[in-house]
């Protein structure tokens, strides 16, 4: 849980805090700035741990996929690859997120 968890909110999807901004970043005062950048920071070191786990996720249901015979559980495994994949898009473009004090 954040400290500034005013300015985040968490996303089920992603299973991390992602930024809430009410207003554009110059109408925070610095000192605002500067907590939501330190909270920032620590979600941040934690995006490529949560990228693992998400790989983890995939491989499982690779290794599912490949023993599966019935086609329409196939096409859901095929399904929840995909969707993890895009998680893992989502979380790449979030780590390269930086707002500039």
């Not at 700035?33 to 996720?57: M, S, V, Y």
């Amino acid at each position: 849980m954040c400290t500034t968890n005013r300015y985040f909110t968490f996303d089920n999807r992603l299973k991390i805090d992602l930024p809430r901004l009410e207003k554009d970043w110059s109408f925070y005062s610095s000192g605002v700035r500067e907590a939501i950048l330190f909270d920032w920071e620590r979600i941040r070191g934690q995006i490529p741990d949560r990228i693992a786990e998400i790989e983890t996720e995939i491989e499982e249901l690779q290794d599912a996929l490949g023993r599966e015979e019935d086609f329409e559980e196939s096409f859901r495994l095929n399904h929840e690859i995909s969707e993890r994949a895009s998680e893992i898009n989502d979380l790449w473009l979030w780590y390269r997120t930086r707002p500039d004090l």
